[in-house]
């Protein structure tokens, strides 16, 4: 098959992948693709990265956990400590049954 050389363009016998008249043209190539590869790398510019969605102000656990303490007639930091004392009432009884 009669190709023209990719890198000199020069026309030689070779099979059908073949790109090259030689090894010398194929490295030639090569190192001439790497430098466009290096210089594209240097003058691309990042895409900007979307910035985030913007987190609400107050945890929506939170905001659960105040409306429960209003129900009981309690202030969030009573209703939280009442809700750990339970957990560490039942943490106490399970390791009782644990032992
Ligand atoms: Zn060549």
Redesign the pocket.
Known sequence: MVKN?R????T?EGHARRL???D??SRLFQVKLNKARIINKVTVTPEPVPEAAPRPLVNPDTIRMNEEAKKLGMSYGQYDAYLRSIKDREERERRKRGL
């Open positions: 050389c890198q000199c363009g020069k030689f090259y008249c030689c010398k043209c």
